[in-house]
Nanobody
Framework: QLQLVESGGGLVRPGGSLRLSCVAS????????IGWFRQAPGKEREGVSC????????KFADSVKGRFTISRDNAKNTVYLRMNSLKPEDTAIYYC???????????????????WGQGTQVTVSS
């Protein structure tokens, strides 16, 4: 069974940091583009970041550029989202998703991904 599981969310103060992990089971992440998305209460799900299958290309939403980084360790079948300088407006459920090999991150903000995790809550509050 193909599955993605996110972890690493939690409560953090403004200015703090978190590292989210997305672990795949039932398949290997090699060559899958992986995206991170978030959905705040009352808002639509939005793209946060994406990394290509080989990790050679990344994309970020303007709202997180310079604060978030994305990386992958294919040996561990894991993709990470490092979030620094967190703001209250970053509060949301964060999801990772995988896109079938052959597809890039070019239009990741369309949310057209094939496999999704269940999400992890990130709350930024003092």
């Amino acid at each position: 069974q193909l599955q993605l599981v996110e972890s690493g969310g939690g409560l953090v103060r403004p200015g703090g940091s978190l590292r989210l992990s997305c672990v795949a089971s039932g398949f290997t992440l090699d060559n899958y583009a992986i995206g991170w998305f978030r959905q705040a209460p009352g808002k639509e799900r939005e793209g946060v970041s994406c990394i290509s299958g080989r990790g050679t290309a990344t994309k970020f939403a303007d709202s997180v550029k310079g604060r978030f980084t994305i990386s992958r360790d294919n040996a561990k079948n894991t993709v990470y989202l490092r979030m620094n300088s967190l703001k209250p407006e970053d509060t949301a459920i964060y999801y990772c998703a995988a896109r079938l090999p052959g597809y890039t991150c070019l239009d990741y903000s369309t949310l057209r991904f094939d496999y999704w995790g269940q999400g992890t809550q990130v709350t930024v509050s003092s």
